[in-house]
């Protein structure tokens, strides 16, 4: 019996902080605004950063990939499931995936390219954009291949990227399904996405699913709890709510560490030693990586938090000390060197 199967996005992540390219990304959005936003890129909006940007300034991402890879770093057999152009992209994240250790089930696509994203960050001038092209992760055709190898998997794993058009009735199908109710499987939602007002409105689907109490294990940070419930904090009532969607619910804060959810208590878990945040990507599905990897050893949720706020911990590390590499396409990466 293999550990984890999940279902995901298959993305590729990219990072701009230099100031040099402001005009170009001026130029394919019609301006820039202060403030945190999201926009989802057209085909042609798409096109024009990979024609400028070289593939080697991005990294396999996606939600469910990334914890899988940390998962299997951690000695978890893991199964990703997914879809990817037949491009560079592609190449690099199925082969991204591999190294660390997942088991990819993938469909390839000639028409599409491989789903990104490409975060703009200027602290300075109060811009954080996350722009995000879906291309062939729009795509899926493993709906029946996911039922058939849940069956040798103790964990079945997606997030709510998933459950947005034209996927959702796919994974709606998969997670109601009656080979997906079998009692030891247990089923896991990342809740990102939540926090994305250009997302929140399209998540009907995942809304349904989730009053029926699904999932065994939910994980999301405090924003997007506030924002699944309408709420303005997090306090009792809050807690009762996330107690009737889910079994055991995992809210994470950043450099306060989090909040184990169960059905009569709650753990506060700190942050393993200060946290020194260039950026928060990657952190929570750190933490959810390390929380599945203890629940699967037979811990209790609270070890398995502590767990969790380790390996968030050494992401941000890792976060920390990445390079900020630019490269532009006709660009020799070795020129670098020399």
Avoid: W
């Avoid at 939600?63 to 592609?90: M, P």
């Avoid at 190294?99 to 789903?115: E, K, R």
């Amino acid at each position: 019996m293999k550990d984890i199967i999940g279902i995901g996005r298959a993305l590729m992540d990219g990072y701009v902080y230099d100031e040099v390219h402001l005009p170009f990304f001026e130029s394919i959005l019609g301006g820039l605004t202060k403030g945190c936003k999201h926009y989802k890129l057209s085909h042609e909006q798409a096109k024009k950063i990979l024609y400028k940007f070289s593939p080697l300034n991005f990294h396999q991402g996606g939600a469910v990939a990334n914890t899988l890879a940390c998962c299997s770093r951690l000695g978890c057999s893991t199964t990703f499931v997914g879809d990817v152009g037949k491009d560079e992209l592609g190449d690099i994240f199925i082969s991204s995936i591999i190294l660390a250790g997942v088991n990819p089930i993938v469909s390839f696509h000639d028409d599409l390219s491989t789903g990104f994203t490409f975060l703009l960050n200027y602290p300075e001038r109060d811009i954080r954009i996350g722009l995000f092209y879906y291309g062939s992760t729009d795509a899926f055709e493993n709906e029946n291949k996911v039922l058939q190898e849940v069956k040798d998997h103790k964990v079945l794993y997606s997030s709510a990227y998933e459950f947005i058009d034209p996927l959702k009735i796919h994974m709606k199908n998969i997670f109601i399904h009656p080979s997906v109710k079998r009692p030891e499987l247990l089923k896991v939602l990342n809740l990102g996405g939540y926090s994305k007002e250009t997302l929140r409105n399209k998540l009907s689907e995942l809304d349904e699913i989730l009053s029926k109490k699904t999932f065994d294990i939910i994980s999301g940070n405090e924003e997007e709890y506030l924002k699944l419930f309408e709420v303005k904090k997090i306090d009792e009532e809050t807690l009762k709510r996330v107690r009737n969607i889910t079994s055991i619910g995992i809210i994470t804060r950043g450099v306060n560490g989090s909040i184990i959810v169960e059905s009569e208590s709650e753990h506060y878990i700190p942050s393993y030693r200060k946290l020194s945040l260039s950026t928060t990507i990657g952190l929570g599905d750190a933490y959810l990586a390390g929380f599945l990897d203890k629940i699967l050893k037979n811990s209790d949720a609270t070890e398995a938090g502590y767990e969790g706020a380790y390996q968030a911990y050494l992401k941000a590390e890792e976060n920390n000390n990445k390079n900020n590499l630019i490269l532009e396409q006709n660009h020799n990466p070795l020129d670098k060197y020399k």
